[in-house]
């Protein structure tokens, strides 16, 4: 991960040239549906059709040629796309980069691009009115809001730099600005500072886009917060802390936004000391399974949850069918949970029980360019 991130801060991306004639695609076949892929090459945004009875994926290409677009996130209507493109320069001008796009049957046609608040731009979030984008920069250990209208983005309305770091002097140096999140009411925007063991709390004004200071989560000194997620109990929610691979369970306070720590579970085996990075999080609909994964040893993680407190429960640890599990969904039937494993380039497909939330032992991957984001449209 750190020699990928080396290597991305002397990337560059030009955002006009990506923008020439991006691929059209016919309407998926009857029963299809599609899926699209962030891709950590010059490849950008890749297209695959879904057979939701198979649980088979066909390539279809690249549909935006935006080099390291590393995080994809889509309106809730499903008509915009917006692209965070994780580099040093974007559009001639320092930091990482935005795009949006207007999707039509799959077909992507660009609307805007804007630079975000610092280089490294590896994660962007659409609050729940789609009136603001906010995105997270890893390099730059900052953070930027946008305004949104009609898909297009304006030019940052509030930006943040970031200035603490933590106790791992391997990854803790600085600041990292790892991801972005809104409360369930909208009120208040989050963002997870993995070198600062923070997440960093604001009010939102999802009319202006304007960010206030509301407080801090402070995590687990060296714990690296990278991740938040809430459930769908609407109090409940979870940190997974990439640095020491555990997930904090915490309760979010409607009046003031604040997060308060329940209980701390830790993802990995019992004996195991080697490498080790926590990643991500998926929830089930109903809020009944949590997943989550972890790389290095490269595992998913099933939990099944209580509904109403958010308490987890282990299932077990099953394959993640890869190396380096960056991303993870379900697919819309949730019977299939779609794997991004990054440094084998393979997207893995494992079956997945409704009633009792396992997920099969084994499964079948497909190949794709160092896939990062997974987003079914």
Request: charged letters at 15%; hydrophobic letters at 40%.
């Amino acid at each position: 991960m750190i020699n990928r991130r080396a290597f991305l801060c002397t990337a560059s991306a030009s955002a006009l040239a990506s923008f020439v004639a991006p691929r059209l695609l016919a309407a998926p076949s009857a029963g299809k549906q599609r899926v699209l892929v962030g891709s950590g090459t010059s490849a950008g945004v890749l297209s695959f059709a879904w057979d939701p009875v198979k649980g088979e994926l066909v390539a279809e290409g690249s549909v935006a040629a935006l080099p390291n677009a590393t995080w994809l996130a889509l309106s809730a209507d499903h008509r915009r796309l917006f692209v965070a493109t994780e580099a040093d320069s974007f559009n001639g001008k320092p930091g990482g980069g935005l795009s949006s796009f207007r999707v039509v049957e799959g077909q992507l046609a660009p609307l805007s691009t804007v630079n975000s608040a610092g280089p490294g731009t590896c994660h962007c979030a659409l609050d729940h009115t789609g009136r603001v984008l906010l995105s997270a920069d890893y390099g730059g250990g900052s953070a930027a809001s946008f305004l949104v209208t009609g898909g297009q983005l304006s030019p940052a309305v509030w930006t943040e730099h970031y200035s603490g770091h933590g106790p791992n002097t391997g990854r803790q140096q600085s600041a990292h600005a790892h991801f972005a999140s809104f409360s369930p009411d909208n009120r208040f925007a989050y963002v997870n500072d993995l070198g600062s063991d923070c997440i960093h709390i604001y009010s939102l004004n999802s009319a202006t886009a304007a960010l206030t200071p509301a407080g801090v989560y402070r995590a687990q000194p060296g714990a690296g917060p990278r991740t938040l997620h809430f459930h769908p109990n609407g109090h409940t929610a979870y940190v997974v802390n990439e640095l020491n691979s555990t997930v904090d369970i915490v309760e979010w306070n409607q009046a003031n936004g604040s997060l308060a720590l329940v209980s701390r579970i830790a993802l990995l085996p019992d004996g195991y000391t080697g490498p080790t990075r926590a990643c991500d999080t998926v929830i089930t609909r109903d809020g009944r399974f949590v997943y989550f994964a972890n790389r290095d040893n490269d595992f998913l993680y099933s939990f099944s949850a209580h509904p109403k407190t958010g308490a987890l429960t282990p299932i077990g640890r099953t394959s993640c069918g890869g190396k380096i599990p960056r991303n993870f969904t379900l697919d819309p039937s949730e019977r299939w949970m779609l794997v991004a494993n990054q440094d084998s380039s393979l997207l893995s497909v494992f079956a997945r029980n409704p009633l009792d939330g396992t997920l099969a032992p084994t499964g079948r991957s497909f190949a794709a360019p160092t896939p990062m984001c997974i987003l079914f449209v």
